[in-house]
């Protein structure tokens, strides 16, 4: 009932940026909160950053001054802009969202997308 659509990923080279948005849409009620994650191969998936209704941001150190997230909450649709990006952040990332719908009664469910290939390399 709710879908999380990515868009943006590609190649880069290092040093320079990409954004990713990612849109819900759905019979959804609220978003409590939307982030982004990676996975690199063979690695375990980790958080890149997450924006929560009120505002408040958290990021990975590894990307903190690099990486920007943002939220439009008209458009249920959350943004990650990367900077000065590196070999080490390539990777699938996916979106992540905490969403309340009709049929969670009343408390908020785990929603992700699909994941967009990230690369960069020279």
Same mark, same amino acid.
């Given at each position: 009932?709710?879908?999380?659509? &990515?868009? %943006?990923?590609?190649?880069?080279?290092?040093? &320079?940026?990409?954004?990713?948005?990612?849109?819900?849409?759905?019979?959804?009620?609220?978003?409590?909160?939307?982030?982004?994650?990676?996975?690199?191969?063979?690695?375990?998936? &980790?958080?890149?950053?997450?924006?929560?209704?009120? %505002?408040?941001?958290?990021?990975? #150190?590894?990307?903190? #001054?690099?990486?920007?997230?943002?939220?439009?909450? #008209?458009?249920?649709?959350?943004?990650?802009?990367?900077?000065?990006?590196?070999?080490?952040?390539?990777?699938?990332?996916?979106?992540?969202?905490?969403?309340?719908?009709?049929?969670?009664? %009343?408390?908020? &469910?785990?929603?992700?997308?699909?994941?967009?290939?990230?690369?960069?390399?020279?």
């Amino acid at each position: 009932q709710v879908q999380l659509v &990515e868009s %943006g990923g590609g190649l880069v080279k290092p040093g &320079e940026s990409l954004r990713l948005s990612c849109a819900a849409s759905g019979r959804i009620i609220s978003i409590v909160a939307m982030g982004w994650y990676r996975q690199a191969p063979g690695k375990q998936r &980790e958080l890149v950053a997450h924006i929560r209704n009120a %505002g408040d941001k958290q990021y990975a #150190g590894s990307v903190q #001054g690099r990486f920007t997230i943002s939220r439009d909450n #008209g458009k249920n649709t959350v943004y990650l802009q990367m900077n000065n990006m590196q070999p080490e952040d390539t990777a699938v990332y996916y979106c992540h969202a905490d969403i309340v719908t009709p049929y969670g009664l %009343g408390s908020p &469910e785990e929603y992700w997308g699909q994941g967009t290939q990230v690369t960069v390399s020279s």
